[in-house]
């Protein structure tokens, strides 16, 4: 079945560093893929997605591309901000869009 | 636009009581689903209603329903309940549209049994 693998955090990072978290899935046909962060407290929100091979999913400086040939997704932001400290999830939706198949979720702190 | 809004927030309940969650989703979105998280399991696909019809269930038992209402608005509800069920459960709305299209998320409820 359909499955999606996350690196394991907590990612602790100092302002202004690089980040990458690491995301690979399992799927039949050609799922679309998003990133979701919950912040403290909070529900989920849409990051960035993707919906075919080689899309580039952006949004507030974050970053993610399709790959099908390694069936991986990773999010990538250049700059970290401390404000940018919260719970990432990589997800998948099934082939009729009436579910979301989630990742462990990444919990990134950073500091200043 | 309001959000999706999740009532209660918060709950406690016993083992063995029954509890009922609701949520409204955004206004024209026909599509509700739950999720159930935990910092074992994660975040885990409960259900999806769309027009009052149960589309698609997740693998969970059947301590575990729901149901949607004609103004779309949702309710879940889970009989006898166990200790393993204090969770943080929330809902997502979607418009009519492909696969891709973005599910907004309430806050939540946090479900504790003791």
């Known amino acids: 079945g359909n499955s999606v693998t996350q690196m394991e955090g907590p990612v602790t990072l100092s302002e202004e560093a690089f980040l990458t978290i690491n995301c690979t899935y399992t799927?039949?046909?050609?799922?679309?893929l998003f990133w979701y962060v919950q912040y403290p407290g909070e529900g989920l929100q849409l990051l960035l997605k993707a919906t075919k091979a080689d899309d580039k999913g952006s949004n507030k400086g974050f970053e993610a591309t399709y790959r099908k040939e390694t069936t991986s997704f990773h999010l990538e932001k250049g700059s970290v901000q401390v404000s940018d400290s919260a719970v990432y999830f990589c997800a998948l939706s099934d082939q009729a869009g009436t579910a979301l198949i989630f990742g462990k979720g990444t919990t990134l702190s950073v500091s200043s | 636009k309001a959000g999706v809004t999740q009532t209660p927030r918060y709950l406690i309940k016993t083992r063995g009581q029954q509890v009922t969650l609701s949520c409204s989703p955004i206004?024209?979105?026909?599509?509700v689903s739950w999720y159930q998280q935990t910092p074992g399991q994660g975040l885990q696909f409960l259900f999806e209603y769309f027009s009052e019809t149960q589309r698609n269930k997740g693998n969970f038992p059947g301590r575990f329903s729901g149901r949607q209402f004609s103004n779309s608005r949702s309710e879940m509800n889970v009989s006898t309940l166990e200790l393993g069920d204090s969770a943080l459960y929330l809902c997502?709305?979607?418009?009519?549209?492909?696969?891709?299209?973005?599910?907004?998320f309430g806050q939540g409820t946090r479900l504790t049994v003791v």
């Open positions: 206004s024209g979105h026909r599509s």
């Open positions: 799927a039949t046909g050609y799922p679309s």
């Open positions: 997502a709305s979607k418009g009519q549209g492909a696969k891709d299209t973005e599910a907004f």
